[in-house]
């Protein structure tokens, strides 16, 4: 069969590659002509190739190895590097996922050489222009020739903006795929629960990475200390797999991990579903994290002042607590027995149906016919 259509892949951070997983593995499917550049922003292999192997995804074609740079450095290599490949394999479409520099380097690279891109994860906004995800998402639904919006609210953001309607397509977010593909394998594979020696619902799982909370030692102490009051308040283990940016912070500024904080290194896809799924408690400052709580029905405390998927918090499952070590106790004293069912209420899941990287896939083959 000819293909009409070529269709490059980017991705860069471990989100993406769990999020494009669903896609890639349709791709496959429907033996299309494709290809995965992988950017390389991250590299280390719990981030990287530990999420490729569980998710049992094909090499990507390429891997730039750009790694860990200054931002404008970053940007500026992964764009050139990006367009060169693109010359090299003329593809007519680019498809790229969120709100990372991998992202915007990607769309500006394809725009560059009038290649039509396609944003997953378009339209989600915390009007907080502070973030650089916030911009990168601004700029790529600004400049992208489709835009794939995974929930109602979503889709909401991107008409007030006034975005061309015949540029949007309400596809949900290949989350759901991917938790829907994953979650079973997960409970057969995953021995996580015996090996760090827990009971499901006996202990919290902690997250937190963002650049606006553990690069300043001031906020990252005050996560620290609230996580050691929600210990002193529940007595029951916070297990926190660990970011590398995160673990760099704590040794620069030689903030200790207090009593009942047990930190390890990050944990793979599988592993960290069955974590997340067996938690009393979620604390974390991830968007990923939000999101699968949400679909797995565990209750979550955002240490964030603000988030771009507040249909967690319009549900009940989500509370935003910022980084203030009482307003965090509190927000989890909320939670902590907070009983979740909104499946009994005719709850309809605002994230999808699982369908997300079949309907992506169906518009881009459309649009190229
Ligand atoms: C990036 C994204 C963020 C996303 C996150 C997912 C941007 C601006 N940020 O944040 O939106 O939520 O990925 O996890 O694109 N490091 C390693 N090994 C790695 C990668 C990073 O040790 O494989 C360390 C390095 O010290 C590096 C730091 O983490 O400087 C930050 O990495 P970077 O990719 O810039 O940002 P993330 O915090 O990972
Ligand atoms: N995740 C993982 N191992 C971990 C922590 C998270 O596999 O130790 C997964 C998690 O299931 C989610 C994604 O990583 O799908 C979230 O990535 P991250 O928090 O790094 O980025 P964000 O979603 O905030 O951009």
Not at 18 to 41: N, S, W
Not at 79 to 95: C, D, G, H, S
Not at 99 to 106: C, E, F, K, Q, Y
Request: charged share 25%.
């Amino acid at each position: 069969m000819r293909f009409l259509m070529k269709l490059a892949i980017i991705l860069g951070t471990r989100p993406e590659i769990i999020k494009m997983a669903p896609i890639i593995r349709e791709c496959e499917k429907r033996k299309m002509d494709y290809f995965v550049l992988h950017t390389g922003q991250h590299y280390s292999k719990e981030l990287d190739e530990q999420i490729f192997l569980d998710l049992e995804l094909p090499k990507p074609k390429y891997n730039l190895g750009v790694g860990s740079q200054p931002y404008r450095k970053q940007v500026g290599i992964m764009t050139r590097e990006i367009e060169k490949i693109f010359e090299k394999e003329l593809p007519n479409l680019v498809l790229v996922q969120g709100d990372t520099i991998s992202v915007l380097a990607g769309a500006l690279a394809a725009k560059k050489l009038n290649i039509k891109v396609g944003h997953h994860e378009a339209g989600l906004r915390s009007h907080d222009t502070s973030m650089l995800e916030e911009v990168n998402r601004v700029i790529v639904d600004h400049i992208s020739d489709f835009l794939f919006t995974p929930t109602p609210d979503a889709l909401k953001n991107l008409h007030q903006e006034g975005k061309e309607p015949s540029r949007i397509f309400f596809t949900g977010n290949t989350i759901v795929d991917a938790l829907n593909q994953n979650i079973e394998i997960a409970r057969n594979k995953s021995k996580i629960l015996e090996k760090l020696g827990l009971r499901s619902k006996s202990y919290i799982l902690v997250t937190a990475h963002r650049a606006e909370n553990v690069d300043k030692p001031e906020k990252l102490k005050d996560i620290i200390n609230g996580l050691s009051l929600i210990y002193k308040e529940f007595a029951i283990p916070l297990v926190f797999p660990i970011h590398p940016r995160t673990l760099a912070r704590m040794k620069e500024n030689n903030i200790e991990s207090p009593k009942g904080l047990f930190l390890l290194e990050p944990v793979g896809f599988l592993d960290f579903l069955i974590l997340e799924q067996n938690a009393k408690l979620v604390i974390t400052d991830s968007g990923g994290v939000q999101e699968e709580c949400f679909v797995l029905k565990v209750p979550c405390v955002t240490i964030r002042e603000n988030t771009e998927r507040p249909e967690t918090i319009e549900y009940g499952m989500n509370i935003l607590a910022g980084t203030n070590p009482d307003k965090m106790l509190l927000a989890a004293k909320e939670m902590f027995s907070k009983s979740i069912n909104p499946g009994s209420n005719g709850w309809e899941n605002p994230f999808g149906d699982g369908k997300a990287a079949e309907r992506i896939l169906d518009i881009l083959m459309e649009k190229t016919k």
